[in-house]
């Protein structure tokens, strides 16, 4: 009896996501034969232009026809994410030219603007094929389920088995309406994949743009931080050392009194303790900016970084090949930032450090067993390791269920 009234909340949780994608994707049905014909015709507004494109009316239809589609695939493309579910990233922003010329230049040139042109001219019958569906399956279910209230011939040629039979139909289409509606919306999600996210070429372009912002906000942050830790740490220091033997020479210089000496003495052994904890505090910087311990190998300066952690760390290494020197530092400090944070915000009782070599990657993965809840977004340094790893074509993935376990894993190419 437990075990029902368990499982009852399970499945009404678990299909309220269903019913939920249902309705989104019964509105998207719906609406998608107005945008359909719409980008229709924008398409035939420039293929008018490339037809007379040598005459002064075609070069202006292209320039306006052309931005405008675009604008209609940004449209289309916001729909297709917000109620079909359809992962699209956006593709460059349109950059015209000066004067009439050059935007006219920039639109020939255009290739987003094209695939949306492209887009409104297939679009129409998968657009039709949806609606289709949905109206059939919605709408004659809702129709056969209530045809005893309102369809009188049925009940006096059928009776009441026939209008129960009606009826059983009907909801047999309403219930097998969510799955229906959304295999009909496949080609359509096709299209917006394939047409409405930026050109292959162009989507590496824009990886890459972002990356390289990313790396010169990351550069700028790390110079900001060696600039601070110098400045406020090491700088200080030696001033502090240099005004004790300053004071030590003047205790010198009047050695005719017998304290003197002594204190000289004692700020020299103060000087002493400031000039070794400077040395300590800049082997400290030093190794930030590139750890010795990588001199003997990626293994063993993560291993020595498992072995220091507060938190026990198991350490799993499979390194066949040894990674590029660029790549070794990456994945460095990408295991000391996430250890760091197992230790400091997971509350974790233990960890797992992993890095394997295969098919031109290396896979550096942290497990935890603490609370959870770690997100790119959260303020706990994964940001910043996603800025790190992007320059060299790096991914970062996070799995963090409320509850735990959390799992971190960077992929990074071998060799760049």
């Not at 740490?233 to 003197?260: F, I, K, Q, S, W």
């Not at 460095?332 to 009782?349: D, I, M, P």
């Not at 800025?387 to 992929?411: Q, Y």
Request: proline share 7%; with cysteine.
């Amino acid at each position: 009896m437990e075990s029902q009234v368990g499982n009852g909340p399970r499945r009404a949780a678990g299909a309220a996501p269903v019913w939920a994608r249902a309705w989104r994707e019964l509105v998207y049905a719906l609406v998608t034969p107005l945008m359909a014909v719409t980008g229709l015709v924008y398409a035939v507004m420039v293929a008018v232009g490339v037809v007379s494109a040598a005459t002064v009316v075609g070069l202006p239809l292209l320039a306006l026809g052309v931005p405008a589609a675009r604008g209609l695939g940004a449209a289309n493309r916001r729909l297709a994410r917000a109620l079909a579910g359809v992962r699209v990233a956006d593709p460059a922003p349109f950059r015209s030219g000066p004067g009439l010329a050059g935007r006219i230049v920039a639109a020939l040139g255009d290739l987003t603007g094209w695939r949306a042109v492209i887009h409104g001219l297939v679009r129409l019958p998968a657009a039709v094929l949806a609606f289709t569906v949905a109206a059939g399956l919605w709408g004659g279910g809702l129709v056969l389920l209530g045809c005893p209230l309102w369809c009188r011939p049925v009940l006096s040629s059928y009776g009441w088995p026939g209008a129960v039979l009606t009826s059983a139909a009907g909801a047999a289409l309403l219930l097998s309406a969510p799955w229906g509606v959304h295999l009909a919306l496949a080609p359509e999600r096709l299209l917006a994949r394939t047409l409405l996210g930026p050109a292959p070429g162009e989507a590496r372009t824009l990886r890459l743009e972002r990356a390289r912002a990313m790396a010169v906000d990351g550069a700028a942050a790390e110079l900001r931080r060696i600039e601070r830790d110098l400045h406020d740490g090491t700088a200080a220091r030696l001033v502090t050392l240099a005004m004790r033997l300053g004071m030590a020479l003047e205790e010198l210089e009047h050695a005719d009194r017998p304290e003197r000496p002594a204190r000289a003495r004692a700020l020299v052994e103060d000087a002493h303790r400031d000039a070794k904890e400077t040395l300590a505090e800049l082997r400290d910087l030093i190794r930030g900016i590139h750890p010795p311990a990588l001199g003997e190998g990626l293994e063993t300066a993560l291993a020595t970084l498992a072995a220091r952690s507060p938190v026990p760390v198991r350490f799993d290494a499979d390194l066949p090949e040894r990674p590029a020197p660029a790549i070794e530092a990456i994945a460095y400090f990408c295991a000391a930032e996430l250890l760091v944070n197992v230790a400091r915000h997971s509350g974790a009782r233990r960890a797992v450090l992993g890095v394997r070599a295969s098919d031109g990657l290396l896979t550096l993965s942290v497990r935890d067993d603490g609370a959870g809840g770690a997100a790119m977004d959260a303020g706990s340094g994964l940001r910043g390791l996603a800025g790190r790893v992007a320059p060299v074509d790096g991914t970062i993935d996070v799995h963090s269920p409320p509850g735990g376990p959390t799992v971190v894993t960077v992929e990074l190419p071998l060799h760049v």
